[in-house]
């Protein structure tokens, strides 16, 4: 979770050592990986694949505080695009031990 978190701060431009906001963007990034895995795609806080983390912090950044609505429609619009090209690759469909 703390690269995660380290990687969304980054992305948000918040300052690594600012923890004002941490309890915000962890649940946010939370809440990305179980949409994620909603949609049957695989997704952890151990993530090493760009792209799972590209959809997080896509998630967080549409999602976060009060930023300007079009970079958060920009954001929520790629989120949704790496999503549906994410659920088309069987590399990350999640599988499902009940079929």
């Known amino acids: 979770?703390?690269?995660?978190?380290?990687?969304?701060?980054?992305c948000l431009s918040i300052?690594?050592?600012a923890t004002?906001?941490?309890e915000e963007i962890?649940?946010?990034i939370?809440?990305?990986?179980?949409?994620l895995k909603r949609q049957g795609i695989t997704a952890s806080e151990t993530t090493e694949?760009?792209?799972?983390k590209s959809a997080i912090v896509?998630?967080?950044k549409?999602?976060?505080?009060?930023?300007d609505i079009k970079d958060k429609e920009l954001a929520q619009r790629t989120y949704s695009l790496l999503c549906a090209n994410l659920g088309l690759s069987q590399d990350y469909k999640a599988v499902d031990n009940n079929v």
Do not use: C, R
Not at 1 to 10: A, N, T
Not at 30 to 35: G, S
């Open 49 to 52: 694949d760009s792209l799972i």
């Open 26 to 28: 962890k649940m946010l």
């Open 15 to 17: 300052v690594e050592t």
């Open 62 to 67: 549409a999602n976060f505080g009060n930023v």
């Open 20 to 22: 004002l906001k941490d």
């Open 58 to 60: 896509m998630f967080v």
């Open 1 to 10: 979770m703390e690269e995660l978190l380290k990687l969304v701060k980054q």
């Open 30 to 35: 939370q809440a990305a990986i179980a949409d």
